[in-house]
């Protein structure tokens, strides 16, 4: 059984900073690509940021330049650093991660979802 464990949501100012983790625990072999996404209300859920296994990273053109993706995959963990947050960040935040269980192909799982408020 896999579990994604997201932390460090919260409330900040326009301008602000916060910083995203999500770790991953369970038999878990290998993780192959992880990733950030995001559901404002009454939208969907869109991709932010992805990251493979050798450290290869892509962000939604609304997050270049403001957005770092990271991981450490001896943690088993996936970071997003989020710089110069906007009010249109404001979303809750998934954590996506591609796992591959001991004789089990791999399959998507997802986090329980970070609140990630930026408000003046």
């Known amino acids: 059984q896999v579990q994604l464990v997201e932390s460090g949501g919260g409330l900040v100012q326009p301008g602000g900073s916060l910083r995203l983790s999500c770790a991953a625990s369970g038999t878990i072999f290998s993780i192959n690509t992880m990733g950030w996404y995001r559901q404002a209300p009454g939208k969907q859920r869109e991709l932010v940021a992805g990251?493979?296994?050798?450290?290869?990273?892509m962000y939604d053109d609304s997050v270049k330049g403001r957005f770092t993706i990271s991981r450490d995959n001896a943690k088993n963990t996936v970071y997003l650093q989020m710089n110069s947050l906007k009010l249109e960040d404001t979303a809750v935040y998934y954590c996506?991660?591609?796992?591959?269980?001991?004789?089990?192909?791999?399959?998507?799982?997802w986090g329980q979802g970070t609140q990630v408020t930026v408000s003046s």
């Open positions: 990251i493979s296994r050798g450290g290869s990273t």
């Open positions: 996506n991660a591609d796992i591959i269980l001991i004789g089990i192909p791999p399959r998507d799982y």
